[in-house]
């Protein structure tokens, strides 16, 4: 979340109507509208900047592991709802993995990872204020934060016992994904950075 638009405060109503007809996309907290992206900082758009490529890389690793499964990639546009707090947030990147005889309305109204990408604008945000309202959703188990400026990796992951813990990882290490059955490699996300 950047900081808030220059909007007044609105319902969840009106807030939904209003964001469909807005060129950027727009969350939505308690009643607050902010810009994804910080005015002074474009939104990626393409591989070249260091947080897309990032994004990308995890994409593209998430899908060819969970292809033939029930689980679903969505990456950046895929607009969450988050009912204990009011809000509507926009994920870099999201996966659910319904069950088969579950029918789903939205595709991932139950996530069980989701994963945003640090830039030097947001890397102060994302921690506190969008995973405070991330871990009120039942189903997540694990939510990855990546800076793709220093290379470093947080893993937050809910235990047996519905209580958090943060584990940090260096460039050279593997990610174990719990909720996916996934080893990723770190190098594998910043592929391609300089």
């Not at 939510?143 to 990882?169: E, F, P």
């Amino acid at each position: 979340m950047a900081q808030p638009s220059s909007t007044p405060r609105m319902t969840e109503a009106d807030y939904l109507a209003w964001e469909s007809t807005q060129a950027r996309r727009h969350e939505y907290v308690e009643g607050r509208v902010y810009a994804v992206h910080d005015e002074a900082e474009p939104a990626p758009a393409d591989a070249a900047d260091p947080r897309a490529a990032v994004a990308l890389n995890l994409a593209a690793a998430l899908r060819a592991h969970l292809r033939g499964t029930a689980c679903r990639v969505h990456r950046g546009e895929l607009r969450l709802y988050l009912p204990g707090a009011a809000a509507y947030l926009y994920p870099d990147l999201v996966v659910s993995c319904p069950g088969a005889a579950r029918e789903r309305r939205v595709p991932a109204a139950e996530p069980v990872f989701i994963a945003d990408v640090l830039s030097p604008g947001t890397g102060s945000l994302y921690p506190g204020v969008r995973f405070t309202h991330y871990r009120g959703l039942p189903s997540l188990r694990e939510y990855l934060l990546i800076d793709a400026h220093r290379r470093g990796i947080d893993l937050y992951r809910k235990g047996a016992d519905g209580l958090w813990a943060l584990q940090q990882w260096a460039p050279g290490e593997a990610v174990p994904l719990a909720s996916l059955d996934l080893r990723l490699p770190a190098a594998a996300l910043f592929a391609g950075l300089p």
